[in-house]
Every structure is written in C-alpha cells, then in structure tokens.
C-alpha cells in the first residue's frame, strides 16, 4: 500500500538469491521440513499465488531462531505464514525463504487451568480443544479459518468475541533472535491491532485463561449456532479470504459496499460475492492482480458514494516481510 492506496504488485522480491548450497546448509540446521519451489496458492484460503522459493516449516522455536539466523548471515529475505487467509500472494511468488506455522508448530495442552497453544495449531481444534475440557470462551473462534499465531498477531475476533480476551501471556522471537514474553495486557490489543504490527515478533506459543466451565453438550451448542450463523452470512466458497475490508467508524463495510452498486463486480476470476459483499471470491483462475485491482474499484466507488475510505484486512504478502537485521 502506497498512500493508503493498494497497487496492482506484490513485494515478492528483495532480499539475497539463494544457491542451492546454501538452501542445504539451512536444511541441515533445523529439525523441521525445508522444501524449495513450493507452490503457496494452495496453503491460502484464496488459492492464488506462485511458488515460495524455499517453505520452512519448523518443528519447534529452535527453528525459528535458527531461520533468523540464517537469514542474518545470507540476506535472504524472510515471508511468515500463519493457516494463510487474510493473505494474499503475488502470481509471480515469494523470493526467499516462508516460515510456515500451520502444520508445524501445533502443540496443545490444558495446564494449571491455561491452555497452553503453539502458534501453528489450527483456530477451529483450539475451539474444539478446550469444548472436550468443558471450559468455555472460546466457541467464538470456531469455523474461523486461520492458526493462534495469526489470531493473536491481529487480534482476530468477530462479534462473539476477539482473541484478547482471556489471552494471558505470549511467547515471541524477536527480529535479533531472542525469546521474549509478555502478558497480554502489555500487547496493546485493539481492533485488528495489535503491537507486533509496530514492533515485529514471531509468535509461537501463548496461554489463554478460559472463561469458565460449562457442559462439553452446551459449548459444542454454542459452537455450532455461531457457524450456522456464519454459513448463513458468508459465502460458502472456500476460496477467500473473509472480509477484505475492516469495519469502518459507524458503519458497515459490506452494506455501504452494496450501497455504492459493487456487488457482483468482477475483475477476471475475483468477484465481489453477491452474498456478502464484503467479500471477494475467487471463482477459478483468478490471480492477485484481479484481487488488488477489484479492491481498489470497490474502494473508489464507496469512497465516491459515501465519502468513506475503506481499510484493508487482508494482507498483502509483501506485508508479512519480516524485518530481519543484517550481520551474524
């Protein structure tokens, strides 16, 4: 974004190429799965995008200073990615090296009445995780596709609830590599923010305190009425990213979308979903400059209409660099 204004391009470069010497010296030093030449549409809930130049997944927190490490030493730039909605990739790829939480980093317990979660674990077994438990507050997140790592990066959340409730304390690798915590009253948690878009950390484990006790029958209840709820609202297509814009002051971001006459624009295979028109679906084939360029028309037009500027929720990849400082 430029001028809060979205471009038609990625930062999907930057950074040192890697050989594939060095490529083996990082496989040697981790314990997780490194890959090359990954195609990375199929790890977002949108399916567009190239490949990663190299897909880290770790097996522990080693790795990910291990990672930083290496990319410290050689330059390679460094991409982080959580379950994958919200995010968008550019069609020609990511240069570098993505560090990719989901389907890694999952370990989950229930210890001294917190549960305890690592960044990777998937939104929907955390909810279901804690229903076996009998312990509640957590349906809200339920049928929200995404991991605890993204969730507590931007504060997810919905009108049931966010993830800074109960959310105790948070464990993260800072850009030099240290291990940091923190409670989760010192993460300034707002709507959609939080201070790691400020102050850059990988998350990998938090606790949350639940909200109390209830029938494993009475949560799972709560659990479904929110996602028939949901099914209801949203589009069934799998292939999106949830809302693309953020809810403005006062007003609805999907209604004032109607309002200005967008549902059902179309940009190539991107198109505004005629069931929420907060929403962009990819209805085959589309790319990430049919998304970009369908979001800034859908921007002029309710800022037209309406006189308000709407803000982005979902991420474009160049956005998820991860600062990371030269030297050893």
Not at 37 to 66: K, N, Q, S
């Amino acid at each position: 974004m430029v001028d809060g204004r979205w471009l038609p391009t990625s930062d999907s470069g930057g950074g040192a190429a890697l050989d594939p010497g060095e490529v083996g010296r990082l496989a040697h030093s981790v314990r997780g799965r490194v890959r090359e030449h990954v195609p990375l549409g199929p790890l977002t809930t949108f399916c567009i995008g190239g490949p990663a130049r190299v897909l880290v997944e770790p097996a522990d927190e080693g790795d990910v200073v291990a990672v930083l490490s290496f990319c410290r030493s050689t330059g390679a730039a460094l991409y982080v990615l959580g379950g994958g909605s919200n995010v968008l990739v550019p069609d020609e790829g990511v240069e570098g090296i993505v560090l990719r939480m989901a389907g890694a980093l999952e370990g989950l317990s229930f210890e001294d009445g917190l549960i305890v979660a690592e960044a990777g674990v998937d939104d929907g077994r955390l909810s279901e995780f804690a229903a076996e438990r009998h312990v509640s507050g957590l349906e809200w997140i339920f049928d929200i596709p995404g991991t605890v790592g993204g969730a507590v990066y931007m504060n997810a959340g919905n009108n049931d609830g966010e993830m800074k409730n109960g959310l105790e304390r948070v464990r993260w690798v800072e850009p030099d590599g240290r291990i940091v915590e923190s409670g989760g009253d010192g993460l300034e948690m707002g709507y959609r923010a939080t201070r790691f878009q400020r102050q850059p950390g990988i998350v990998v484990r938090c606790w949350v305190r639940p909200a109390g006790q209830d029938s494993r029958d009475a949560i799972r209840g709560r659990m479904e009425a929110i996602r028939d709820l949901r099914r209801q609202k949203f589009p069934e297509e799998k292939r999106c990213a949830g809302s693309v814009f953020k809810r403005p002051p006062g007003h609805f971001a999907g209604r004032l979308i109607e309002e200005a006459g967008c549902g059902g624009m179309r940009v190539g295979g991107a198109v505004v979903s005629p069931k929420h028109k907060g929403f962009i679906v990819n209805t085959g084939g589309a790319t990430a400059r049919d998304v970009l360029q369908l979001i800034e028309l859908v921007r002029a037009a309710v800022l037209a209409n309406s006189g308000v500027r709407l803000e982005t929720e979902v991420l474009d990849f160049g956005r998820l660099r991860f600062p990371v400082p030269q030297g050893r």
